[in-house]
């Protein structure tokens, strides 16, 4: 069974930067695009960045589009997510997964809290 391990997040002033790691315990991690995604109490878990096998492709949501970067390192099974300008809405748990078709189990995700 696959394990995502999520870390990094915290509470960060408005402006704050926060970088997120996300691990996998899965042999063929290298196979797989992957993505972050967030969730909070009133909306639906949604995406918000992803990348593709070879790290050539980076897909953003609008919303986090010029303010965060994701990126991986395959060797290390890991994925990370820099977010830089952090705004009050970017507040919600952080999770990573793979971008497409039938996901891993969730991890626990990451909290991350943005104040104003």
């Known amino acids: 069974q696959v394990q995502l391990v999520e870390s990094g997040g915290g509470l960060v002033q408005a402006g704050g930067s926060l970088r997120l790691s996300c691990a996998a315990s899965?042999?063929?991690?290298?196979?797989?695009?992957m993505a972050w995604f967030r969730q909070t109490p009133r909306k639906e878990r949604e995406f918000v960045a992803a990348?593709?096998?070879?790290?050539?492709?980076?897909y953003y949501a609008d919303s986090v589009k010029g303010r965060f970067t994701i990126s991986r390192d395959n060797a290390r099974k890991m994925v990370y997510l820099q977010m830089n300008s952090l705004k009050p809405e970017d507040t919600a748990v952080y999770y990573c997964?793979?971008?497409?078709?039938?996901?891993?189990?969730w991890g626990q995700g990451t909290q991350v809290t943005v104040s104003s």
């Open positions: 899965v042999r063929t991690f290298s196979s797989y695009a």
């Open positions: 997964n793979v971008q497409s078709g039938p996901q891993w189990t």
């Open positions: 990348i593709s096998i070879n790290t050539i492709s980076t």
